[in-house]
C-alpha cells in the first residue's frame, strides 16, 4: 500500500519562502512517479509539480515556474517554494502514480497523501 506523509505546511507573508516534504518507502519512489498538487478554497484542484525518479526529470507548472524546485533526499520529495504570494494560500497534496508525462500537467495520479495547509499573507 502507497503511504504518503506530508509535512511543511504552515503561515508565511508574502515573498517567504516554505518547504515541503513528502515523505514515503523507498519501494514507492523506485516504482512511482511523485508530484504535489494544491487546491484553493472554491477552486479545483491543480498540479505545481512532478518527478521522475527514473529519468531525473522534473516538471513545474506555469503558476510556479522559477518560484518551486523539487529535490529528493533518498525517501523524501521536497518541494521549496519562494517569492510566496497569496495567491499560492492552498492545502498542498503529495501524489504518486505509476506512470505520469515527461513534460506537461500530470492529471490523474493513483496515490494522494492528506494534505497541508499553506497559508499566504499579503
Known amino acids: 500500500q502507497v503511504q504518503l506523509m506530508e509535512s511543511g505546511g504552515g503561515s508565511v507573508q508574502a515573498g517567504g519562502s516554505l518547504t515541503l516534504s513528502c515523505a514515503t518507502s523507498?519501494?514507492?519512489?523506485?516504482?512511482?512517479?511523485i508530484g504535489w498538487f494544491r487546491q484553493a478554497p472554491g477552486r479545483e484542484r491543480e498540479e505545481v509539480a512532478h518527478?521522475?525518479?527514473?529519468?531525473?526529470i522534473t516538471y513545474y507548472a506555469d503558476s510556479v515556474e522559477g518560484r518551486s524546485t523539487l529535490s529528493q533526499d533518498k525517501n523524501t520529495l521536497h518541494l521549496q517554494m519562494t517569492s510566496l504570494k497569496p495567491e499560492d494560500t492552498a492545502v498542498y497534496y503529495c501524489?504518486?502514480?505509476?506512470?505520469?508525462?515527461?513534460?506537461?500537467?500530470?492529471?490523474?495520479?493513483?496515490?494522494w497523501g492528506q494534505g497541508t495547509q499553506v497559508t499566504v499573507s499579503s
Open positions: 501524489a504518486a502514480g505509476e506512470q505520469c508525462p515527461y513534460a506537461s500537467r500530470w492529471n490523474d495520479p493513483k496515490y
Open positions: 518527478f521522475l525518479p527514473n529519468h531525473r
Open positions: 523507498e519501494d514507492t519512489f523506485r516504482r512511482n512517479c
